[in-house]
């Protein structure tokens, strides 16, 4: 959720960029800006210089826009060292004095934090007891207290804010300045996310390399429950006892300009468009000489996957819905048995998981608290885990077994759609590496379905560039204010997509359902002019669920619903029954669903546009859940 910059400068200034001694302020602010997509309702930063005996700063509720007016009516001094944060609130409301930083020990302690701290109120009640006043509702200004009791017991701010980690319970990450050490900043990392940028002569910390892939593409993962101090010329990492430990560097795969719009409206416009990249990225280098595939970080051995008798995805949202999708292919494929839990219900169900289960974590961020749980729940009772991630260096990937990336490059909307497709993609490779290894399809045809997938990118950019009717369609109903979604089989889980999308974003009522269980209640919804949107299987192959969902159709149509009907090109049965049609290329059953949910994303995103509404950052939403 919260997004978190840091930096610490030389205080020389960068060629063709702002004084040196406005840096420090420059590059938190556009790291924050780049952070907007994890969500927030306040923003803040704060700054330490040399010769200044107090730490600088400047919160405001609502957008980034606001600190930047703020700073512009009250400008801040020159400093060599700047923390920056967005707030989604937890603990208090979405106020100026809750804002973040927090200050402490005299105004020279300033602390930004990224999670929920569960034990603040036995902490706020021990430090009020000794005569601490707090001005804020939140967890953090306890935790800023907290540091400032224990720095100035220690005397160094490394050591104070292990001290302080050692204190806490719950998931968070710290950052910190103090005036009296004016080019150090300080971090701690539990359960919540925290990346190092490497540079010249200064270096960066971020929730993600967002926050300064603009400035370095060198990067170093931190483990978890680690501090880091960053000062210009060096990076030192220990463990909460002090102890040395060490990070794992990285190179950061795609540039500043990837996170901008690129001429498009909106970031989800951009992503929507970047699928056919998307869905060709994550595919390549996923053969080897010989055709046969391979997967990025395998550290599981092939035996123990040989011996695999069932499979669990876990994951939430939009990524259990690619697990769901998954599942199918997975079991028709490999005939291995695959479960689909949404991972915040998994570990409190008592699941039968041992050393013969696959558990698969879907995750964009990486950093999916309740899917993080869950994998660790899933290690503790024997089985390997194999994740399905963007994020790299992120948490989940480096607690699991085994991992296999997207390639999708940032998503920066909060709802997310590249990743979406992405995920599915990875899961057909599972699909097939599996089916490969266990010997349940034959090399060549392994080798056909593969092909058949690398050509499902040009089939998104035909769906793309198709667009036009759909957003049409969209302005047409900017009164609905419920929108059914029907599906079969694959297209199942890609109506219940579609109406999250909806819900995400326009914030009108939509419901998915299973068309067969029509007729079991929801056609009870039915009324005059009611949107129905229905995903029409592949007559080919699969016909007798195509004529029960054309049926279906003619159902709802009778009753007065108005169908909008996702259909392949030469579908001619469909044409008499659907108001209006979204025509999509020729596809395996399988993989229709990397076709089938772009006209739902693109209705999404136009209906929300012409309420005039925010399509990248909804209401009430956060891009990554940070917090169980």
Known sequence: MCGIVGYAGTGTAVAGGPDASERPLEVALAGLKRLEYRGYDSAGVALVGPGRPEAAFAKKSGKLDN???????????????????????????????????????????????????????????????????????????????????????????????????????GTFTLLAVHADDPQTVVGARHDSPLVVGLGAGENFLGSDVAAF???????????????????????????????????????????????????????????????????????????????????????????????????????????AYAGHVAKYAIEHWCRIPVEVELAHEFRYRDPIVDERTLVVAISQSGETMDTLMA?????????????????????????????????????????????FLAQITAAYILGLYLAQLRGNKFPDEVAQLFDELRDMSRKVQTVIERGEYVRATARSMQAADKVLFLGRHVGYPVAMEGALKLKELAYIHAEGFAAGELKHGPIALIDEGQPVFVVVPSPRGRDQLHSKVVSNIQEIRARGARTLVIAEDGDDAVRQYADEIFWIPQAPSLLQPLLAVVPLQIFAMALAGAKGLDVDQPRNLAKSVTVE
């Open 67 to 169: 600190l930047v007016a703020e700073i512009a009516a009250h400008p801040l001094p020159a400093a060599t060292a700047a923390i920056g944060h967005t707030r989604w609130a937890t603990h208090g409301g979405p106020t100026d004095t809750n804002a973040h930083p927090h200050l402490a020990d005299g105004d020279r302690l300033a602390v930004i934090h990224n999670g929920i701290i569960e034990n603040y109120s036995e902490l706020r009640d021990s430090l009020t007891t000794d005569g601490v006043t707090f001005l804020s509702d939140t967890d953090t200004e306890v935790a800023a207290q907290l540091l400032a009791r224990e720095y100035r017991a220690a005397g160094d701010l490394a050591t104070a804010m292990a001290a302080t980690a050692r204190q806490l319970t």
């Open 213 to 319: 892939v603009e400035h370095t593409k060198e990067a170093l993962e931190l483990g978890q429950d680690q501090i880091v101090t960053i000062t210009p010329d060096a990076v030192t990492v220990t463990d909460f006892d002090g102890a040395p430990a060490e990070g794992k560097r990285f190179t950061v795969d795609w540039d500043a300009a990837a996170a901008e719009k690129g001429g498009f409206d909106s970031f989800m416009d951009k992503e929507i468009h970047d699928q056919p990249h998307a869905v060709a990225d994550t595919l390549l280098g996923r053969t080897d000489s010989s055709g046969r595939i391979i997967l990025d970080d395998l550290r599981i051995d092939e035996s123990v996957l040989r011996s695999v008798n069932k499979i669990i995805v876990i994951a939430c949202g939009t990524a």
């Open 375 to 419: 994998v660790r729940h899933a290690r503790e009772q024997g089985a390997k885990v194999l994740a399905i991630v963007n994020t790299n260096g992120s948490t989940i990937p480096r607690e699991s077994d085994a991992v296999l990336y997207t390639h999708a490059g940032p998503e920066i909307a909060v709802a997310s759609t590249k990743a």
